[in-house]
């Protein structure tokens, strides 16, 4: 770029209507201090004719904002049925593990884990626990599935609770994979123990079950047949066993318990996962977010919650996995925007800009100044990156920049890639209206029955419902009245906890009278 030569103000601007990428995966970026129109003429002009155009987009909301544009853009487009938001409690849950695969997952954990430069052993075992734990639960849930009668079903379940084994604590390995599975194993030293202890034991129940299920079955089926409908299942449990003797042995050693043992050190290494395994919103198999986005959906993911490293390692491994479609034809396209770019790029990133291209992937990136990045991601790779940007937008900023006078600039004006740099040129910006802003919110939040589920029906027509993470943990969501624009903290309650709050209160008061049958009164 540094060919280009310094280019001065002098030169006569140029007026366009927008900053419209074209269309052909080559991917965009927005650099510029905050106020100089990134979002208005460069993120929404291009989020709106995304849209229009059928693609699926992804977006990180780091601001709690402009899952707004997108709704609104939806609204405008008729895509509103495609709307999927993650991250809040009205949105579609996903079972984040089941867009990893092995090696996108371990390089998740490390990367959620964080390396310590000095001494990397702890963080690496932990994730090698971690992964370990993981095989057994994957091939546990594979076995599961693949049985196609319920009783069978009913009977694996039986096989896999070793709750009434008295030797040890009561344990029940999982039949379904998530963070909140297996770190459920990983992260107790306890369940880790008895995890270990008990795999002998299940590989030889399991092996009766099956037994058990050919011999109930011997009379009815033919032989060919029988073989037939337990292939799969019995396919999985030769994996399993593979598993089983290859991990074993390092699980035992993570297993034994030693005042000594730096098994502790390992297992803390894992507390960072503790926000994705308690969150029920990623631990459910509602959606799958690659599958949404090969099948067209508009999602919108809230950020504004997450911590940086989270973000990160869940962009890298949607990333990896949409690299995978390389080598199918008529992909759906997929536009990905991350306004605040600097807060998902790291070090340790390596993305594969070219491949992405390949596979109908693109990138829109904006961020505030090019040393930020820089900070983020080292010299080289961020060379890297802008190398692989074919479109470049340079907005206003105090500090020139290597090739521009930027400093110069008024709202809304770039040196752009679009004319080559040859002079500035001037964006018509992108202003959305508050109000129909929040009535596309409006329309989502009742098409998701958010007012009925919190009883806040009374305030649907004047009101939008907002989400705060630390306000919904007190049962409280933010009213914000549409008309006075003013907004109120209120209580909610939930018709399904407060379901499950009184189906418990009920148990407990018929035990208690049960119970106070067989208790003799003093
Ligand atoms: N709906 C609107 N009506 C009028 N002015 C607006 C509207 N939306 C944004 N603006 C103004 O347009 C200018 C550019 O805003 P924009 O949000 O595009 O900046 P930005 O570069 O994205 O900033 P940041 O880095 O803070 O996100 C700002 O001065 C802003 O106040
Ligand atoms: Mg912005």
Redesign the pocket.
Known sequence: MTSMGFITQEKKKETRTDAIVPINFTHAHAI????????????YPNLAYRIKNKHSILLYDF?GKEHLALKYFAHKYDRENDLIEIGKPWGMKTNLIRIMSPNTLESFVETMIGSDAKDPYWPKSATKLFINVYNVVKILEKIYTSLTINADKNSFLEVLNFDEDLEHNDFVYPNKLSFHSVLFIAQSEESLAAFVSHLSGLTQNIERFFYQCLDNQDKQYAQAALIKKYAKPIKHFMQYKKIVKTTKKRLESYAKVNGENPKISIIMNLLPLNIIANDLTLNTDECNIIDALNEGALISINSRDMSDEFTQGLNKAIFSELSKRSLLSNVQPVSIFI??AQRIMNKDSDYHLDVLRECKVELFL?Y?NAELMKDKLGELKYKALQQNLSSSFY?RNDENSQDFQTSLLQ??ESFSSKNSYEKPMVFK?M????ETLLQAEQSYLKKQEVYKIFQLEKYEKSCIVIYDKLNFEEDKVILYSIKTDKSSLVPVTNRSHSLAVFDFAKEMYNKAQNDSIKTPNF
Do not use: Y
């Not at 510029?32 to 993120?43: E, N, R, Y």
């Open positions: 510029g201090q905050t106020g100089c129109g990134k979002t208005t003429s460069f993120i601001k306004d605040e904006a505030q907005f709202d809304f910006p202003f959305l209206k508050k």
